[in-house]
């Protein structure tokens, strides 16, 4: 792990979970799989806060255990997943286009408490929902439930490992840590469940007293003695099926933004067809004939076939390869190359870096070069047509921000530098991991400088949380236009000025971090479809 | 070739024109043998290496590092105009020559070439590029939006562990009523190591436990009759005991006695916890006298009343 990556996720782990569960988890990233004892006593943190740690971070799939002999347990972080927290918002975004309100909160709750039985997140959502509709009007648990079952069917949601059901016959000690088993065919198995009510709307004045509440919700949780139907099958969101969504939608946009609205028609409906044959890692998906796309065709598009053979055509001929012909049965067979339309977003990708870091005459030059691979400094000045002082200036630049690398190639044994050719290249691959790691660089960056900006203001922001309430207490009462007034200059003109620049900046750069991790999504695409291929 | 012997792996990122190798002229001309053998040996090359610092400096660029450095590390500028030969080595050393012909890198001879830069780059560089603006849309609000609250949420939730704060000298009115109020998880032990439960006496949400322990485990048979035991020695030990630290009393023995482990901690807390347990029962003072001790009659030196 670099420790661009380490700083990184332990931002993230502290913004989301406090300091201790960070102490322990990036220790864990830091120092690989081990026993407990072992942590208590090289973070400094007394042995019950670690187990509470850890107890959060195995609850949220960020920390796997692993039985060794002699009965030890040891704790292994997986850094990817925790990275994945920064992802959280576009998973739940997705859900919301794909199912609706209701998709939406399931994942979202899936994601915050990391695994749950089907119950408890039809209950919760349900609650939820009702509080957001009209008074009187409640969610009923069976539309939950088929839209949880349709998360199931589709893949974005799947069961977590569980425990194996041993007999009791088993004589001896239990074993340190149960070994959780998962099956394939049984991961998207819903089961079957008759959840019957609404969701209840959880009662305002339940909020007023300030006593109150501490005794009412134990109570409130533990409301129903009777046991839990699916008790011990928990479900997880499952990341992968986002991610594949997330690389469809980019091959279908790039479809789009380089031809034409129904080529990128037909390129979603071939993906679409490929979901479930084709494992995402493929370097390709299944041939697919052109008969059978244009029976799967949306239903508004009422294109001919020979039209449809046509932009099938046309994909296939067009120099990005996205789409390929791979036979001619079946009035053509079809396939989606995945690694190469992966490649070329990554390229397109570094391409618009270097346009913008650089500009764009260094943008040909660098497109110049990945177009033929390798080329001398003086074949550079000639292709691109640029002088050759600029040129040498260009090459070095973007030499010493490692886009652009040398391959020497020895005329003689002895490799002197006066008889090897100096030949620039562009290996794609070790740009794309440079660009990447620069990339959780910018995003530890932009979350310290938020941080920061919140900490300078905290002041401020207490202050305007309080006068927000008092106002809106004092709405609920009934108050005057005249009492509201004064209670709102209590904040002053220009300390409005302040929250209004504070709350733009913030806001800046929090979609920063959304989009840099959009360009995360890419190149890790990019980089895992690469190695697994050697 | 053989002749590099131990040199062989440093050739290609050899400063040039350091007197070290294969273009060493000696007094008496190109003497190819002499040249092709590193004088003293693979240590003295590395000693000679690092006493150029400027070169080193220049390999070991930060943004150079790390990168496999085909070509030789351009030299120092200065001596370029008066070399007429850059392939006569020199016979001292910070002399700075090009091993290489300078022209197939691009550069013209007797040409300024920028300076060896000796610091890391600035901590925030001018760029001369500004960036371009951020994607806007109602996506990108929506998960902006998104973002915030899940930021909230998530300090909300039973998950996030704060840090014990550290005493404060007044203690503030306000923060009674600035609490947050936490549900309480409890994870399903089931699924997690045994050595993570936590082994305190008294938990408050021990009930909870217990129930997901008889409805997962059912091996509280064999526990009961432990319990029961454990039940009447409390019961003759305390009078007004109440009912809650019975209660947590029970499960601390069923969750000691679950876990079946033979650790020390067990033993030592189950001893500390009687002492506590008897110093909490009675309402009397442990250094309570009987009548008759002699009370007060060696304490007291300067105490004139009498005693009752």
Redesign the interface.
């Given at each position: 792990m670099t420790q661009a990556e380490i700083k990184l996720c332990s931002l993230l782990l502290q913004e989301h979970f406090g300091e201790i569960v960070e102490k322990i988890g990036v220790h864990l990233i830091r120092t690989g799989s081990q026993p407990l004892r072992v942590i208590a006593h090289d973070t400094g943190t007394s042995l019950d806060q670690v187990k509470k740690a850890l107890c959060v971070l195995i609850q949220h799939n960020l920390v796997i255990y692993q039985v060794h002999k002699r009965g030890v347990v040891e704790y292994e972080a997986q850094c990817s997943r925790v990275l994945r927290m920064l992802r959280y918002p576009r998973y739940i975004y997705t859900a919301k286009t794909l199912y609706s309100d209701t998709g939406e909160l399931i994942v979202e709750e899936l994601l915050l408490n990391g695994k749950m039985t089907m119950s408890a997140v039809v209950k919760k959502v349900a609650d939820r929902l009702t509080e957001t509709m009209e008074d009187g009007k409640t969610m009923d648990y069976a539309e939950v439930s088929n839209t949880f079952v349709r998360l199931a069917d589709t893949h974005f949601v799947q069961r977590c490992p569980w425990v194996p059901a041993t007999e009791n016959s088993d004589p001896g000690p239990p074993p340190p840590a149960p070994i959780l088993v998962i099956s394939e065919k049984d991961m998207y198995l819903v089961p079957k469940l008759s959840l019957i009510g609404k969701g209840k709307r959880r009662r305002s004045s339940d909020e007023d007293a300030a006593g109150e509440p501490k005794a009412k919700r134990p109570k409130y949780s533990t409301d129903n003695k009777e046991p839990i139907p699916d008790d011990g099958i928990y479900w997880q969101a499952n990341l992968d099926r986002f991610h594949q969504h997330f690389r469809d939608q980019a091959i279908v946009s790039a479809v789009a933004n380089r031809m034409d609205q129904t080529s990128s028609e037909v390129v979603r409906t071939m993906l679409r067809m490929s979901e479930i044959t084709t494992p995402s890692t493929d370097p390709f998906t299944q041939p697919l004939s052109s008969n059978e796309i244009f029976r799967s065709l949306p239903v508004g598009y009422n294109i001919s076939k020979q039209v449809l053979d046509q932009y099938l055509t046309l994909l296939a001929d067009d120099p990005l390869e996205f789409v390929g012909k791979s036979g001619d049965s079946g009035g053509g067979m079809y396939v989606i190359n995945l690694h190469k339309a992966l490649g070329s977003l990554a390229t397109a990708t570094l391409e618009s870096v270097v346009q913008e870091r650089f500009g764009s005459r260094c943008a040909r030059i660098f497109r110049l070069v990945l177009q033929k691979k390798h080329l001398e400094q003086k074949q550079v000045e000639d292709f691109a047509m640029i002088p050759a002082k600029e040129a040498k200036d260009m090459l070095y630049k973007m030499l010493s921000g490692n886009f652009i690398s040398l391959q020497e190639i020895p005329k003689t044994p002895d490799h002197a530098p006066s008889r090897t050719f100096y030949l620039y290249t562009v290996n794609i691959l070790s740009a794309a991991r440079m660009l990447l790691h620069r990339c959780y660089k910018s995003i530890a960056n932009l979350i310290e400088r938020r941080q920061f900006e919140t900490k300078e203001n905290k002041r401020l922001l207490e202050k305007s949380q309080r006068v927000e309430a008092i106002i809106a207490s004092m709405q609920a009462t009934g108050a005057e236009e005249v009492q509201l007034q004064e209670i709102e200059e209590m904040i002053t003109a220009p300390e409005r000025q302040q929250l209004e620049t504070l709350k733009r900046n913030v806001n800046k750069l929090d979609a920063s971090e959304i989009q840099v991790d959009e360009t995360i999504f890419l190149l890790e695409s990019y980089i895992e479809s690469t190695m697994k291929r050697q | 070739?053989e002749e590099y012997g131990a040199c062989q792996g440093l050739?290609?990122s050899w400063p040039?024109g350091r007197g070290l190798a294969?273009?060493w002229v000696g007094p008496t001309g190109w003497d190819r043998n002499k040249a092709l053998r590193p004088r003293g040996g693979r240590s003295a090359v590395l000693q000679r290496w690092n006493a150029y610092p400027s070169a080193r400096a220049f390999c070991l660029?930060p943004?150079?590092a790390g990168?496999?450095?085909?070509?030789?590390v351009l030299p120092k500028p200065r001596d370029l105009v008066s070399r007429t030969n850059p392939?006569a080595g020199s016979q001292g050393r910070g002399r700075a020559a090009?091993?290489?012909?300078i022209e197939?890198?691009?550069?013209g001879r007797g040409e300024k070439l920028p300076d060896v830069v000796l610091k890391p780059p600035p901590l925030f560089p001018d760029?001369?590029?500004k960036?371009?603006p951020?994607?806007a849309g109602e996506?990108?609000d929506?998960?902006?939006a998104?973002?915030?609250e899940?930021?909230e949420?998530?300090k909300r939730?039973p998950?996030?562990?704060?840090?014990p704060e550290e005493k404060q000298d007044i203690e503030r009115y306000s923060k009674?009523?600035m609490k947050v109020?936490k549900?309480?998880w409890i994870?399903?032990w089931?699924?997690?190591?045994?050595?993570?439960?936590?082994r305190?006496k008294c938990k408050k949400?021990g009930p909870?436990s217990e129930k997901v322990k008889d409805?997962?485990k059912?091996?509280s048979l064999t526990n009961t009759a432990d319990v029961l035991k454990k039940i009447e020695e409390l019961e003759k030990r305390g009078d007004g005991e109440k009912s809650d630290e019975e209660n947590e009393e029970k499960e601390g023995g069923k969750e000691k006695n679950q876990e079946?482990d033979e650790e020390d901690d067990d033993a030592a807390e189950q001893e500390e916890y009687d002492e506590e347990e008897q110093e909490e029962e009675n309402d009397y003072i442990n250094s309570y006298f009987e009548d008759g001790d002699d009370f007060g009659a060696d304490s007291d030196d300067n105490m004139d009343e009498a005693t009752y």
């Open positions: - | 070739m050739k290609s040039s294969r273009e660029h943004f150079l990168r496999h450095f085909g070509c030789t392939m090009y091993t290489f012909n197939a890198v691009g550069f760029t001369d590029y960036p371009v951020l994607k996506g990108e929506y998960m902006l998104l973002k915030q899940l930021r949420t998530m939730m998950y996030y562990i704060e840090t009674r009523y109020y549900e309480e994870p399903d089931r699924r997690l190591p045994r050595e993570m439960m936590p305190k949400a909870k409805t997962g059912g091996a079946g």
